[in-house]
């Protein structure tokens, strides 16, 4: 740490000091505030089944920027770049496609054997993974229906897919010492005017509750569910709706999955959390950047993603919510990519932990409503950024945009080389 850094944190303590928040207590609380990283930002959802199939599900990467993963090697080297310029806990995050195979596997048959790479890529690097069944971009998800699906045979191949997805999930956190939080999404839906929207969320419902039906132990798995507004392609109907898993999570006592995309415009997540976590026990978010709607951009350092931490930390949601991240651009090089998105994750946690709650909420509570905007306002400009590269040095990685020349030089050896 340089001169003028140790001079900058120390007033910066003392300011904050003044406020009354204790700038060590809060880098400790951070320190127990892991951010999960998602894979498919390195390789723009291809993943790794053999043969590759086309994106579908609405799902779609734009751009072409060089050097993209094109197998797990590839992927786990990116994503050790990216581990190494973003302070603090981390986890990852995989989709079933994401898999390792000599042979094609199709998804009903995974076994954990299909990701050991990645349970031994991540102990080394003390690192906890997450999980996803991949119900899009497969020939039975063509018509745009997988749970939901009319086909009893197509349904239960989503089911078996499902379920043999928990079964590696739960084996992730036996190996790991940490639960993974395996998250269900599916695309079901209409393009167009749909006179039966019941059926469907019939059908999705009793495969969902034959998908959890075998109970795990949640000290290494934790089962989610996400709704989604629209999709490409589901323009008028979608099956998972914000109302249909709100009910499911509810009902069933599963952990319920926001994501910042997944809502009309107007919609923010930061403003449902209080509300959800009266009905679930657990929430996780899938943080990300939605410009127009679901487009997945980086995520910023922007008023979204620190209402989201706010809420996470005036609440004291720290045991009971999981951080996720969900983007996935091809235009910009990939691994700065995470980078950008994870540490500006991690700043607005910071400056969410820097804030006087205790102090705010009484002077809420006393009708002072006055002194609360003054006080928030005076907040914005206090010295936080001087907490966070003390923060950074103390993880041995770069407190400011330096770190952009490893990753630069990291495209340079190895990226444009692919």
């Known amino acids: 740490m340089t001169r003028l850094t140790e001079q900058a944190f120390e007033l910066a303590k003392q300011r904050y000091a003044d406020n009354g928040v204790d700038v060590e207590a809060a880098m400790n609380q951070l320190d127990t505030i892991p951010v999960s990283m998602h894979c498919w930002q390195g390789d723009d959802v291809r993943g790794f089944e053999n043969p ?159 998908v959890l039906a075998e109970k795990l132990d949640p000290a290494h798995h934790i089962d989610a569910v996400e709704s989604k507004l629209f999709g490409i392609g589901a323009e008028s109907y979608t099956v998972g709706s914000n109302e249909f898993y709100l009910g499911y999570a509810t009902s069933r006592q599963t952990a319920l999955t926001l994501d910042a995309g997944h809502f009309h415009p107007t919609e923010m997540i930061s403003d449902k959390i209080s509300t959800v976590m009266l009905y679930v026990p657990r929430l996780l978010l899938h943080v990300s950047r939605p410009v127009r709607w679901d487009s997945d951009h980086v995520v910023l350092l922007d008023d979204e993603t620190q209402a989201i931490a706010h809420e996470i930390v005036r609440q004291k949601l720290f045991d009971k919510v999981h951080i996720g991240l969900d983007f996935f651009d091809a235009s910009i090089n990939r691994i700065a990519a995470w980078v950008i998105g994870t540490r500006n994750a991690k700043k607005a946690l910071l400056r969410a932990l820097l804030e006087p709650t205790d102090k705010l909420r009484a002077i809420e509570s006393a009708g002072d409503y006055t002194t609360r905007l003054a006080l928030l306002e005076e907040q914005k400009s206090l010295p936080w950024q001087a907490v966070w590269e003390s923060y950074c040095l103390r993880h041995d990685v770069p407190a400011d945009a330096g770190w952009l020349r490893n990753v630069r030089d990291y495209e340079e050896q190895i990226l444009s080389q692919r």
């Open 52 to 210: 590759q199939g086309a994106l579908t599900g609405g799902i779609q990467a734009t751009g072409n920027y060089p050097g993209r993963a094109r197998n797990a090697l590839e992927l786990r080297a990116d994503v050790d770049v990216a581990l190494g310029l973003i302070p603090g806990p981390k986890r990852f995050n995989l989709h079933a496609i994401y898999l390792e195979s000599d042979g094609p596997v199709d998804r009903n048959e995974i076994e954990p054997q299909h990701f050991a790479n990645w349970v031994t890529w991540a102990k080394e690097r003390q690192l906890g993974l997450d999980f996803n069944p991949t119900c899009f971009s497969h020939p039975l998800s063509a018509d745009g229906f997988t749970l939901s699906h009319e086909d009893d045979h197509i349904r239960q191949f989503w089911i078996d897919h499902c379920k043999a997805s928990r079964k590696v999930s739960a084996w992730f956190g036996e190996q790991l010492g940490t639960p993974s939080v395996m998250n269900i999404w599916v695309p079901d839906g209409m393009k167009d005017l749909t006179v039966d929207r019941l059926a469907p969320r019939q059908r999705l419902m009793q495969a969902l509750d034959e």
